[in-house]
């Protein structure tokens, strides 16, 4: 077993109460608990719809709308622009990763609910900015696994910082402090898989003249750091993206796709090789898909590909409902059971992960869309929303009716977005 010297992630931290708690403003509504809380309790119907916060383009400012009334309630300043923003894996807070400047911070979307009983209280606070970021080389990846997050920090290769990871949920961003940390011996561009008490990632030869790594790792959580319980002699050259399911752990390869099985805790890799009809020089760069299903969607620069996790195949993804359709962004409903493809004719493409994405609705939302343009696909967590953001207008999808509006119109170019709010609960979580 490897011993790792001490933590060198350095946490802006100080000391605040948890929002809203002795807040005058704060107001409060009690639910009651369902009876199986364990087991798939859906509350929603009573949860709010929640808030979008919207970072302007290049401009160090994040706009939370209330989506309630879809009127703009609050502008939060942060340090530098956000190169990305997410959501915390229970949507309390928002994620504002600046990469270049090497700084995580996080905004507090002000809705949150807490058990009491045989309730739960909701609270709905204003929205703010913590006192809470974290500071590390080049924060690149966030990887949101049931109720907690990886954020991976790449180093930098120029002034020889080592890359590190650190685990967080929505408990330890309220009472500022990470739950685990690591650091490893080089800098490299990789990724992190949380599964239970272990995380699944990334290595990489100090030696080799690439960012990105080639090997697998997995370590063990032990209270705030890691032990390191395996390495996996399945190669995996120019590693760069990963995916879970309820079954399997994958990653992406210059040459294919290492998949990982679990069994208590023994862990066992297999290499899934590209076909010999993907192009030369393609490779499969981004792995996304659902839970519920072992057969994943694998993105690149070539062609869209399904990734049979047990079948070991990999096959093209003919997701074109008609010739001449390319698609210009995409995104996953809340619950991750449809992924969604916004196409050059202004219409959303559904598919449906229990039938092997097969396409399932196209949906018009705009009339015309530039051939170039990259619209946001933002999910509701608490209904059956998408909201597609795209120049100055957010347009909201209800995926039951499949009706379109246009909610809010923006004042100003959009850089990243993030829905904020109490999620529901999936009978199928895990």
């Known amino acids: 077993m490897k011993t790792f010297t001490p933590s060198r992630l350095f946490l802006a931290i100080a000391f605040v109460a948890l929002a809203g708690c002795n807040n005058s403003d704060t107001k409060i509504t009690e639910l009651p608990v369902a009876e199986d809380p364990g087991h798939g309790h859906d509350h929603h119907a009573e949860l709010p719809v929640g808030r979008l916060a919207i970072s302007e383009a290049d ?74 970021s974290l500071t590390d080389a080049k924060p690149t990846h966030y990887v949101p696994r049931g109720d907690k997050a990886a954020v991976f920090f790449d180093g930098n290769k120029d002034t020889d910082t080592v890359a590190g990871l650190a685990v967080l949920d929505d408990e330890s961003i309220a009472t500022n402090k990470v739950i685990a940390e690591h650091h490893f011996d080089t800098y490299m561009h990789g990724t992190a898989e949380i599964r239970g008490d272990y995380v ?52 992406a390869c210059g040459d294919g796709i290492v998949s990982i099985k679990q069994d208590g805790n023994l862990f066992s890799a297999q290499k ?42 990999i096959t093209p993804f003919e997701w074109q409902p008609e010739p001449d359709i390319n698609y210009l962004s995409y995104g996953f409903d809340g619950h991750h059971e449809h992924m969604a493809m916004l196409d050059n004719t202004g219409k959303l493409n559904l598919y449906a992960a229990e039938d092997n994405w097969q396409l399932s609705a196209r949906i018009d939302v705009f009339d015309s869309i530039e051939a170039d343009a990259k619209p946001l696909i933002i999910a509701s967590k608490a209904h059956e929303h998408l909201y597609v953001i795209h120049e100055h207008h957010v347009m909201t999808v209800n995926l039951e009716t499949q009706e379109v509006t246009e909610s809010i119109h923006l004042d100003f170019d959009a850089g990243k977005a993030a829905w904020l709010g109490i999620k529901g609960e999936h009978e199928h979580d895990h």
């Open 59 to 132: 401009q160090p400012v994040v706009h939370i709308f209330d989506l309630e009334s879809n009127q703009l309630i609050e502008t939060v300043t942060l340090t530098n622009p956000a190169s990305a923003l997410y959501a915390s894996p229970d949507n309390r807070f928002a994620v504002a990763v600046q990469r270049n400047e090497d700084t995580v911070e996080f905004i507090d979307g002000g809705l949150w609910q807490e058990l009491h009983g045989d309730h739960y209280d909701q609270h709905k606070d204003e929205p703010s900015l913590t006192s809470f």
């Open 200 to 251: 699944l990632t990334t290595l990489r030869d100090p030696s080799s003249e690439s960012t990105l790594p080639e090997q697998i790792t997995l370590l063990e959580m032990h209270g705030d750091h890691f032990h390191q319980e395996q390495v996996f002699d399945v190669m995996c050259p120019a590693l760069h993206g990963s995916y879970q399911t309820e079954d399997y752990i994958a990653f």
């Open 272 to 313: 899934l090789t590209n076909p010999t009809t993907m192009p030369e020089g393609v490779r499969i760069g981004s792995l996304k898909g659902s839970e519920e299903s072992n057969v994943l969607i694998g993105l690149s620069r070539g062609g869209v590909f399904l990734v049979d996790l047990e079948e070991n195949q």
